[in-house]
């Protein structure tokens, strides 16, 4: 069953499986990076797991709100909990964030996707279950808590501004 689901996926999917893993990789080295990169994942990851939970399961209530949740709890366990990234300095002389490395983004990109490939496995092999409210809404939640946790990270290293 799992060479068949290998096989029958389509090509283009292992390609932006391969962009998202290198993407990731980078992140785990030490970094300088612009105001604009700091938002870039954000403003990528977020319309597309909007998009992903509207063409799934269309604009209704309850994947909308658990998505919502999701984001919202990110940010609240950013603040409260992981913190991260810490050791972040703003480079005045540059104009740049200096960033550790870690693994977190590459975790978060690999769920996204994992979470996207689990919606188009379930749509070709139980579409009914697609149709649940549980499905969706655990979906949800997990699309908008990692996008979240993208964004919640990119306002922390902003604030590495601030503090300097």
């Known amino acids: 069953m799992l060479t068949g689901i290998l096989q029958n996926t389509p090509y283009w999917v292992w390609g932006v499986f391969v962009l998202l893993l290198v993407l990731g990789l980078m992140q785990t080295r030490k970094r300088s990076v612009s105001r604009f990169l700091v938002f870039l994942l954000p403003l990528i990851m977020i319309p597309l797991s909007f998009y992903a939970i509207a063409s799934t399961f269309g604009i209704t209530p309850l994947p909308i709100v658990t998505w919502l949740v999701g984001i919202a709890a990110a940010f609240v366990s950013n603040a409260f909990v992981f913190q991260a990234p810490g050791g972040v300095r703003y480079l005045d002389s540059l104009g740049k964030f200096e960033i550790p490395g870690s693994w977190i983004p590459l975790l978060l990109m690999m769920t996204i996707f994992l979470a996207r490939f689990v ?46």
Not at 133 to 156: H, T
């Open 119 to 164: 919606i188009g496995f379930t749509r070709a092999v139980n579409p009914a279950l697609v149709g649940t409210n549980l499905f969706a809404g655990v979906v949800a939640a997990i699309l908008g808590f990692c996008s979240g946790l993208f964004a919640a990270r990119a306002m922390k290293i902003i604030s590495a501004q601030r503090a300097a």
